[in-house]
């Protein structure tokens, strides 16, 4: 009977069989793939279509499930990270990866059938709108937290329900994890065993530094802080991934922005004196200064105070407004994305006068050289310009959270969101 009672009081949240069933992945895996391979199929070729698949057939139909598990995994590795309103992205995701299995199949010349795959596309967005609904009822996630220490200063999230504990109990409901201040002093016998009760009931304990991060997309700079393979040094692996990416997306994009770029040039010479590019030595990948590439955007008789300030900085020209605001001023910095020093995502570089001002005042401010430099970065999409050292600080914060997350999702979300700026304005400098 106080095994029974002992259980009942620290259960976890979604622990029972059906609800682990039905709101897991292996269910989403499963039933998702049958409605949108299997309906489309089942549509044009009835019943038995999989007794007989001809290459045709065969093509399609892996094709839809390569492109359904891709989008699957990759939606649920971006809803992770803070900020990722994952609504927002369903229909890029699952655009992209359609897009992907088509070029495959155009370029490697083998048959498919357009209406099973239209119809899987369609069928995809409609299955994960409906996931997303579903979880945002019942998967937002409700953690418990211990009334100690810095876990007191913790605020709820529309993503995050937090409801603080009134003594060493769960009080018989049932939470995701409980969050605490395991650091500090205050934390007695009492709520010490009431953790470990609940790890051994399969209940999540969560320092507050976790939650925070997670909260927030930064990492505090008081200290470095090692990543998920314990490690102060991003992946390796991965660096050299993303350096293939980008030297390949650079020299295919290269040409098709060719003509947008000779228009950006002419308009800027037309509307003010001075050269269309401008080139400023910047601090970069492992410390080593680099020429940067930007279109002009300022008049270059008017000096200012080394860093833009706003978008009513008198400097800024008329059409330097224009292409801040579409981001065409970036459009240069292909050609450091193929010389290898810059890469698409990762932390904006800064001036050298910059880097060296920051380096006498923010802590651990050269750490974020540890990865290249970025067009686009996690702190612009985030937090968007910064310059005064408590703005810096700010957005070494997320640098910091983006070198400790370094990978291939992260740099998906920051993607899309860097599109969102561009199509809406929203956030742009």
Known sequence: MNEMTERMRYERRHSRWYEALLLGWPFQLIVGALVVVGL????RWHWGFWEFLPPV???TLLACGLAFVGILFTLRRMHRFPGARISAFIAPTVSVAYLLVVAVLFFTREEYTRQVLFGSFLMSLGWFYLAFFLGRRYRRMKLAVVPLGRATS?????DIELRCLEG???AKVRYDGVVADLHTDELGPEWERFLARCTLHHIPVYHIRQIQESLTGRVRIEHLTENEYGSLMP??????FKRSIDLVAALLLLPLLAPVMLATAIAIRLDSPGPALFIQQRMGFRGVPFKVYKFRSMYVDQKGRGFT?????PRITRVGRFIRKCRLDELPQLFNVIKGEMSFIGPRPESMELSEWYERDVPFFSYRHVVRPGISGWAQVEQGYAAEVDGMTTKL??????IKHFSLWLDILIAF???????TGDGAR
């Open 40 to 43: 489309p199929a089942w549509e």
């Open 57 to 59: 057939r065969s093509n």
């Open 154 to 158: 913790l605020k709820p999230t529309p």
């Open 168 to 170: 060493p109990d769960l």
């Open 235 to 240: 992946s390796l692996f991965y660096q050299g």
């Open 309 to 313: 300030e706003g978008e009513d900085d």
């Open 397 to 402: 914060q997320y640098d910091f959270y983006y």
């Open 417 to 423: 969101k860097t599109l969102k700026t561009i199509v």
